[in-house]
């Protein structure tokens, strides 16, 4: 149980209680299961809990005022400095809460042949820290304040297998793989009266972005009359949905996309072999269920994505991959849509490494206690489900951030 007070908030919301529980039930241990040999390990998990975050801005509840220019007062035409009212002050302002659920199991059978971990969780964070800005409209001239309106949820699993074993005398050898799944949603913050539900941030992950729905590219006049398009619309350019129906593309038709750079799924397996002497690791890691924002066309006077300019729409090739885009934000096809976004899943061989112990034998000759020669290789390979042109683990549209090194080491290790 805890008792926390914070001077970030006013006094009469300074301190929040948040108690937290957990207990454990070694299943294995129970006169009942003596029986089951291969049960090495098995206990079940449960715990529950809140934590109250006070890091934000201090002192919100107090009302700001900012210095300006000022003005001219008398008959010397001097600037005056002066003071003008800043953000409005929340005398509400208080803790944001995240209430934490998890059941977890752990078990090892066989005698380490196989072992498991899991976890199943829910998290929900209220009281989260948002500015009023969209149903307070513009005119009431109000710098607004943050408040306590935010609520989040987030749940998914972790679980991890291992596998370990003697196949043969001098041979060992351990697998661990593990994966983790976790969506987030966000449950309430404020939006404007009348937002359309295929616009609405409330039900839809963090991160998520407006976008039109391309459904096509243009290849004749005659479709581009027979279709709502926004003016200037040529052929060759992307054909957008009427999503509200009302013959007109404009913003009113975008939808926000469940689909963010954040991934959903990461997962990882580590491969450990050892044959007298020798050892050898290697380790793959991954993700899926992530899309990431990438706008092929470069700057106007810079290079183009080979596969852009192999593939782009012209009298040679009427069935092209890409619309009719050179460089300039402001036309048809170079509008933000889920044309341009791409899945970002992948696997990478992260690191290998081999190495060799030379012999107690040889080396405490030489007045040493181990020795160890290794070379180790990092991002050797990435496996690429559809994002060929960046690093699917950055955080750019466009590539032009330096990709991660290819990276090679050889070593030796001396203990004394």
Do not use: C
């Not at 957990?22 to 715990?47: C, P, T």
Request: cysteine-free; proline content about 6%; charged content about 20%.
């Amino acid at each position: 149980m805890r008792y926390d007070g914070s001077t970030n908030f006013p006094a009469d919301d300074r301190y929040g209680f948040f108690p937290g529980v957990s207990a454990g039930w070694v299943m294995s241990k129970e006169s009942f299961m003596q029986s089951a040999n291969f049960i090495d390990n098995l206990k079940l998990r449960a715990s529950w809990g809140q934590m109250g975050n006070d890091q934000i801005i201090p002192f919100q509840y107090l009302a700001t005022y900012n210095l300006t220019q000022g003005a001219v007062f008398g008959t010397d035409k001097t600037i005056r400095p002066g003071t003008e009212r800043g953000v409005e002050p929340n005398p509400n302002v208080t803790w944001e809460i995240a209430t934490t659920t998890n059941l977890g199991l752990d078990a090892e059978f066989w005698d380490g042949l196989l072992g498991i971990t899991l976890d199943a969780f829910k998290t929900r964070r209220e009281n989260i820290l948002t500015p009023r800005i969209a149903s307070v409209p513009a005119y009431a001239g109000l710098e607004l304040p943050d408040e306590n309106l935010g609520i989040v949820e987030n749940k998914g699993f972790e679980l991890a297998l291992t596998h370990r074993n003697r196949a043969t005398e001098g041979l060992n050898y351990s697998i661990r793989g593990n994966v983790s799944y976790a969506k987030n949603k966000i449950i309430n913050m404020d939006e404007a009266i009348g937002t359309p539900d295929w616009q609405s941030e409330e039900g839809k992950p963090m991160g998520s972005t407006l976008l039109y729905n391309a459904i096509g590219i243009y290849r004749s006049q005659e479709e581009i009359d027979n279709s709502p398009h926004p003016p200037g619309t040529r052929v060759y350019d992307l054909k957008y949905e009427d999503v509200n129906g009302d013959g007109n593309i404009n913003s009113l038709d975008r939808v926000r996309m469940p689909m963010t750079a954040t991934p959903e799924v990461i997962f990882g397996a580590n491969f450990s072999i050892w044959y007298e002497n020798f050892d050898l690791n290697v380790f793959f890691q991954g993700q899926t269920r992530a899309w990431k924002y990438f706008w092929i066309p470069q700057g106007r006077f810079g290079n183009v994505i080979e596969d852009f300019a192999q593939n782009r729409p012209g009298p040679n090739n009427p069935n092209s991959k890409y619309p009719h885009v050179y460089s300039a934000e402001d036309q048809i096809s170079a509008w933000e849509s889920d044309f341009w976004l791409y899945d970002a899943s992948f696997i990478r061989l992260k690191n290998v490494e081999l190495g060799y112990t030379l012999a107690n034998s040889f080396i405490q000759k030489i007045g040493l206690q181990s020795t160890r020669v290794y070379i180790n290789g990092f991002n050797l390979l990435t496996f690429l489900d559809e994002l060929d042109y960046v690093d699917p683990e950055g955080d750019e549209f466009r590539g032009s951030h330096y990709p991660q090194n290819r990276v090679f080491n050889f070593g030796i290790n001396i203990t004394l």
